[in-house]
């Protein structure tokens, strides 16, 4: 998405602050401040999923607590957009839909008191289909990613030259395939978050943002490693 907007400006700058497995109040207490010392003209705010799975978490609650932070990143007139859940009914995050779709709600309600922008991963129905999502099941593909960028870029009605990439078909896979493949990332991805979630770790520990300093998208402020 960010290379997109890249081609429209020659003075274009980007940072990316988010971090990985971080908690909303993690997020509006390190994040909302270094994003507004940036004096940015757009901020994408994604927060309140990994609340949202653990025990207790309140839809309402967090929206109260994400409101303020929304307040604040608008108080300078940057457009803001905010991503709503997306529908993950077939995937490990099913059980949460109904939380999801609550909290949903209430970032409709944030967006209207504060002139932000709606990126609407829930009606993004292309997201129910397994290849969208990375192979922890949590997380997007390279292939979701490129759906959602599109969706952005288009609720920002920004013209961009993306087009949309069709998921090849799957095989048809026996039950003991399936089976197998369930019991592998039970084992890879399932049990580690089970012992984290005991440990109150997190994913992101020790983990920092990719781009902390808006720069350009090519270039001295290009992250090692990134575009290879």
Known sequence: MAEELSTSREDFAYANLAVRGRLLHQIVDQ???????????????SAGGN??????GDPDQLAQRLDAAV?????DHATVVLFTGPDARESVLGNFRSKT???NENLRIIAARHDALIADMWALRQLVNPQMWDGDR?????LGHHTIAMMVLETLAVPHSLTPLEPQALPHKSWRTARTEDLVWAKVYF???????????SSGDGVLAKRPDAAPIFG????PGAGS
Do not use: C, N
């Open 101 to 103: 779709a609550i909290y």
């Open 191 to 201: 049990v580690p978050w089970v012992l984290r979630r005991l440990r109150r770790q």
């Open 51 to 56: 609340d949202l799975i653990r025990p207790g």
């Open 31 to 45: 994040q909302v401040a270094p994003a507004l010392a940036l004096k940015p003209d757009l901020i994408t705010i």
């Open 220 to 223: 001295p402020g290009m992250p």
């Open 71 to 75: 307040e604040a990143l608008s108080a």
């Open 138 to 142: 949590l997380h997007f593909s390279p």
